[in-house]
C-alpha cells in the first residue's frame, strides 16, 4: 500500500526492555550529591511524612549537612567509569543486548539522576518500541523502590499521546533461577577466600519497621529468599538489615550490630552478601565492604570478606535473561 505524501512517519515496531535501579549523583561532589539527595529524599514513597512537615527539615537541615559527608563516602568508591552502581547498570543493559539480539531494543534508566525513566521511555517511544517490558532491579519489592519506579514510568506515560504496550517485571525474590544465581555467585567467592568463614552474614536494605505494618512486602520478601537460599546452600545464614536514617524504628536486626554481636560472642572470620542489591553500590562498597570490616575488626573480628553483587557477570545475567524472556513470552 502506497502512504499519502503527508504521512508522518512510524519507526518500525519493536520490543523494548528497561532497566530500572535506584540512582546515583552524576559526580562525588557536595553540589551533585545536593541535587541527588533533594529529589530521592522528596519522593513520597521513600519518606511519608507529610511534606509540610518533612520539606522545612530537609531543606533546611538534611540538604545543608548531610551532601557534604554523602559525598566523601561516594569519593570513596568512585572510579575512572564513574560511579559503579551506574556503570554496572549500564553493562547489565549491554550484555542482555548481546543476548537478546535483534528480538529486543535494551535500555537502562535511574530512578533517580540520569538518565531518568522518562527520558528512555520517551526515546524509546520515538525508536518504535510499541511494546515495553519495564524491569526494576529490585528482586523483593518495596513501595520506596519497585513501587515508585513504576509510579515514575506512569506518570511519563500519561504525557504521551499513543502508549506503548506495558509489562512490568514482578518480584524475584523467590523465583529459582536468581536463588541459583546468589547460590553460584557466593560458592565462588567463598572459594577464592584464603579463610574459611564462620558464619556467612546478607544483609538486605533496611526499610522503616512501619511500611511492615502497612502491608510492605518487603520484609516477607528478605526472609523468604534468605530461607530458601539457606536451603539451597545446606547452611546457616545470618540475616540483617542496613543503612537506617533518622529516629524511626528501623527492621532488625542492624549490620552493624550484628556484625559486632558475632565478634564479641567469639566468631572471628565472617564473610558478607547483600543479596537485594543488583549491583553493587555506596551502600554494598562502602558500607558493607568497608566500614563492616572496620566494625567487625573493633569488636575483636580477624577475617572478614565481602562478596560482591551479581553485577553484569555471566551467572548474574544468565539469572536476567531467564527472568526478562519469561515476561516477554507472547511478545517474542
Known sequence: MTLPIDHPQVATPKIGVLLVNLGTPDAPTTSAVKRYLKQFLSDRRVVEIPPIIWQPILRGIILNTRPQKSAKAYAKVWTDKGSPLAFFTAGQAEALQARMGDSADVRYAMRYGNPSVADQLS??????????????MYPQYSGATTGTVLDEAYAALTAMRWHPAIRTLPAYHDDRAYIGALKTSIEASLAGLDFEPEAIVISFHGMPERTLHLGDPYHC??????????????????????????????????TDDTLMRLAREGTKKVAIFAPGFSVDCLETLEELAMQGHEQFEEAGGTHYAYMPCLNDSNVGMDMVERIVRRELAGWI
Open 123 to 136: 526515546a524509546m517511544k520515538t525508536a518504535g518500541c510499541n511494546r515495553i517490558l519495564i524491569a526494576p
Open 221 to 254: 520478601h528478605c526472609q523468604k529468599t534468605a530461607r530458601l537460599l539457606s536451603e539451597a546452600m545446606g547452611r546457616e545464614l545470618v540475616v540483617s538489615f542496613q543503612s537506617r536514617f533518622g529516629r524511626a524504628k528501623w527492621l532488625e536486626p542492624a
